[in-house]
């Protein structure tokens, strides 16, 4: 390994790829501090909005040809972008991780659901490379908040408890609040180990009347405002 020889060479490995523009000299009134600028997103920015359905196809939704009637859905899509040119996978966690990359879900390790590691290339349990930014990481990065509801399956089954490593959990992907689940499925009506932040969410009984779609609507609405 490459001994640092000099105080821009320690800057350098410090924080490899960025422009410290601090100055180090042999004393204290000969040397500069830097720190970052904040990050604001550029003035008109847009807000980004992203909705993912699991297992539904073209027929589901009335702006692309389908006899049901989905007008909030065809309301988005009339004022948003349709990508036509988009692939996907007839799974959830790795459609989840292309979207969220931009990249073959294979090339970030989610080939496969999160239920096991086949101990191939591309199967690492469902979980995305570190090494791959998601678009909230990116967002974050241009000053944007970023939050998530609902359900997460990016984390692998072993590591969906409070004792586990938290590397893959949303907050550690990019988002500055969640609140949801991390597993495949969960309850409607009585969901199971829901997420809020980085913790297990502290919640003794829900009410009677509960349906985790209204619930994450409500949090999605209280977080946007």
């Not at 509801?149 to 089954?157: E, F, R």
Request: with cysteine; net charge negative.
């Amino acid at each position: 390994m490459k001994q640092a020889h000099n105080a821009d060479d320690l800057l350098r490995s410090a924080d490899p790829g960025r422009d410290h523009g601090a100055t180090i000299g042999k004393t204290l009134g000969t040397s500069k501090p830097w720190w970052r600028p904040e990050q604001k997103a550029p003035a008109g920015a847009p807000n980004v909005v992203v909705i993912l359905l699991d297992d539904l196809g073209f027929s589901d939704f009335g702006c692309f040809g389908s006899e049901i009637q989905t007008p909030h859905i065809d309301a988005l899509a009339a004022h948003g972008l349709r990508f036509t040119g988009y692939t996907t996978v007839p799974m959830c966690t790795p459609a989840r991780a292309a979207m969220m990359t931009g990249k073959n879900p294979h090339s970030v390790g989610c080939g496969w659901l999160t239920h096991n590691n086949p101990g191939y290339p591309g199967y690492q349990a469902g979980e995305i490379s570190l090494d791959a930014p998601t678009l909230p990481e990116l967002l974050r990065e241009a000053g944007y908040a970023t939050y998530a509801v609902g359900k997460w399956h990016n984390t692998a089954d072993y590591h969906v408890s409070a004792a586990a490593s938290r590397t893959a959990w949303p907050l550690q992907r990019g988002f500055d609040h969640f609140y949801g689940f991390l597993g495949a499925e969960t309850h409607f009506f009585s969901p199971g180990q829901l997420i809020e932040g980085n913790d297990v969410a502290d919640i003794d009984e829900l009410p009677k009347d509960y349906y985790c779609t209204d619930d994450w609507t409500d949090r999605s609405i209280k977080y946007l405002r």
